[in-house]
């Protein structure tokens, strides 16, 4: 496990840095668990674009994260609880994607080969994080 700076195009600290320094036939996984909602919509872009560009040096590379739970985060206890959390972290709190084919869409846009949008509870409307799965070289 590395620590890196997942907004920075370049340097040492960035993804591509990291990822230089990894042997490429071992195969890679990058996960940003409790990351997206932080960051805007144009910054969860660039960071899957960068994480596809990243994995696309090696013989197998997945990428595993989530997002907020979608369509049933419109309601007005959801706006409210973004914002009650926004305040908590000093910054806003975004809900990328209401549908999972969007999401799915903007993976492969950014370079993927395939990704998946996986719902562990399938009671509707769900509360529960949607997970996602994307991946190269497959």
């Known amino acids: 496990m590395l620590e890196l700076d997942a907004l920075k195009d370049s340097g ?29 919509g144009h910054q969860v872009a660039e960071l899957w674009r960068r994480a596809a560009d990243g994995l696309a040096g090696f013989g197998q590379g997945r990428y595993l994260f989530d997002l907020g739970i979608g369509r049933a985060m419109t309601d007005i206890s959801a706006h409210a609880f973004r914002v009650a959390l926004g305040t908590f972290v000093r910054g806003r709190v975004h809900e990328h994607f209401p549908d999972d084919e969007a999401a799915i869409a903007a993976l492969l846009d950014a370079g993927f080969d395939e990704a998946r949008i996986v719902r562990p509870d399938r009671s509707q409307p769900s509360r529960s994080p949607r997970l996602g799965d994307a991946r190269t070289g497959s």
């Open 12 to 40: 040492p600290t960035s993804l591509a840095g990291v990822v230089s320094e990894l042997e490429p036939a071992r195969g890679l996984a990058i996960v940003s668990e409790g990351l997206l909602s932080y960051l805007s």
